[in-house]
């Protein structure tokens, strides 16, 4: 069975602090993918990044960064220079490569900046 | 449209009540997935539909519970006799064809309230 879990229930920061998220993932796949959404006060969901588990390279994509380690099975998320409108709440979350690729998700991490 | 499509955006019933909540995918996507979110919850998985096919119903919570997806498309989440443990925000999400492209793409959410 696959499984993400999110630690951190809530974080708070105050604007331009770096903050990382911390995800880290369960599963019996060789070929899996790992994802980050942020869920804005709006409430939709917003796709910020897809990795495939034999892609180990960290990514940069502006203020945002990710951390794949598959030794410690974690896919961590580092905001730089926090911005207001970074508030929300970031989930985490892992397909198999295989059938439908069933989507698992963390129970997320509620990021508040402040001002 | 050029996104996922929920509506209605809120829902208020009376306990006991039929509720219909409808989902439009963008368009070409063949995966639709409806999820539920409990206020302050992650993602919980209701059901998966590839075209018009369910494979996978083992989120639906009960036998209250029911969705149908008609021309590959639009997509109906009923709950009959609702109860006030129903009373979440319901999320539909889509997905293309290409499994090399699995990422889901989320409506805005319909917020149930059972009175």
């Known amino acids: 069975a696959q499984k993400v879990t999110q630690a951190q229930t809530e974080i708070s920061v105050v604007e331009k602090e770096d903050v990382t998220l911390d995800c880290v993932y369960e599963t019996r796949d060789t070929t899996y993918y790992l994802f980050w959404y942020k869920q804005p006060p709006s409430g939709e969901l917003v796709f910020l990044i897809r990795?495939?588990?034999?892609?180990?390279q960290n990514e940069i994509s502006g203020r945002y960064s990710w951390n794949f380690q598959k030794s410690t099975s974690s896919f961590n998320f580092t905001i730089t220079a926090s911005q207001v409108v970074d508030s929300a709440v970031y989930f985490c979350a892992l397909s198999d490569s295989g059938g439908y690729q069933k989507v698992t998700f963390g129970t997320g991490t509620k990021l508040q900046v402040i001002p | 449209g050029a996104g996922v499509s929920q509506s209605p955006s809120n829902k208020v019933t009376e306990k006991g009540k039929d509720v219909e909540l409808r989902c439009d995918p963008i368009s070409g996507h063949t995966a639709l997935y409806w999820y539920r979110q409990s206020l302050g919850q992650g993602l919980e998985f209701l059901i998966y539909f590839q075209g018009n096919s369910a494979p996978d119903k083992s989120g639906l919570p009960s036998d209250r519970f029911s969705a149908e997806r008609t021309g590959g498309s639009v997509s109906t989440l009923t709950i009959q006799r609702t109860q006030q443990e129903d009373s979440a925000v319901y999320l539909c999400?889509?997905?293309?064809?290409?499994?090399?492209?699995?990422?889901?793409?989320f409506g805005a959410g319909t917020r149930l309230s059972v009175l």
């Open positions: 999400a889509s997905s293309s064809p290409d499994r090399l492209m699995n990422i889901q793409y």
């Open positions: 990795r495939n588990s034999f892609d180990e």
